[in-house]
């Protein structure tokens, strides 16, 4: 069965620090990889996908992932955090085409100026 | 473009009351999920579907949940009764296609509490 482990509940980073929120998946063949954002009271917001190609893959605001294949590993990371990414960030992946995401538990990301 | 709307944002009810939830997805979205979230969880997938075709409900509590989307564009879930166990957040999603590729549009979701 296909999973997502997201390990660590919590993460703190100061203000201009870099950052990394770590994720490790489980599927059969090659997998999608998606990071999300979520702010309170409000819906997921999409950061970032991997499909295929380049290991390295930018989004937005900034935030970037590195896919790992042989450490089954997509780590999202940010060269300098800012208090206003403070937020709770989803790991999600798909096994194959016409199924639905499967989200981690989720890693609250607190930046402290 | 307009992003999915839901409605209401929040609902109390007693247990073992009914309760209904409406999203209205991306005009030209195919695909739509319903997701809940318990506080401190990831979203967890009820169901999805296809224009007006299930997909996948293997996780729908079938005994006291219940979706539909008739016309393949807007979609509706109801829980009855409901139990206290319920108490989430109701999240609908969707996407262009059900290919893998394209990332999910979240609305704001149902915060439901169950007293």
């Known amino acids: 069965a296909q999973s997502v482990a997201q390990p660590e509940d919590q993460v703190n980073v100061a203000e201009g620090n870099p950052l990394t929120v770590k994720c490790t998946y489980s599927v059969s063949g090659n997998p999608y990889l998606f990071w999300y954002v979520q702010y309170p009271n409000r819906g997921l917001q999409f950061l970032l996908k991997?499909?295929?190609?380049?290991?390295l893959v930018k989004g937005s605001y900034g935030f970037e992932a590195e896919f790992n294949k042989s450490q089954t590993s997509f780590h999202l990371k940010k060269p300098s955090a800012l208090v206003s990414d403070s937020a709770l960030y989803f790991c999600?992946?798909?096994?194959?085409?016409?199924?639905?995401?499967?989200f981690g538990k989720g890693t609250t990301l607190s930046v402290s100026s | 473009e307009a992003g999915v709307a839901q409605s209401p944002r929040y609902k109390i009810i007693e247990k073992r009351q009914s309760v209904a939830f409406w999203c209205n997805p991306i005009s030209g979205h195919a695909t739509l999920y319903w997701y809940q979230q318990i506080l401190g969880q990831g979203p967890k997938l009820l169901i999805q579907?296809?224009?007006?075709?299930?997909?996948?409900d293997s996780q729908l509590p079938k005994d006291r949940f219940s979706a539909e989307r008739l016309k393949g564009v807007d979609s509706t879930l109801k829980i009855q009764p409901a139990k206290l166990e319920d108490s989430a957040v109701y999240l609908c999603?969707?996407?262009?296609?059900?290919?893998?590729?394209?990332?999910?549009?979240f609305g704001s979701g149902t915060r439901l509490t169950v007293v």
């Open positions: 999600a992946v798909r096994a194959r085409a016409g199924t639905a995401l499967i």
């Open positions: 579907f296809q224009n007006n075709g299930v997909v996948d």
């Open positions: 999603a969707s996407s262009l296609g059900g290919q893998g590729q394209s990332g999910y549009t």
């Open positions: 991997y499909i295929t190609g380049d290991n």
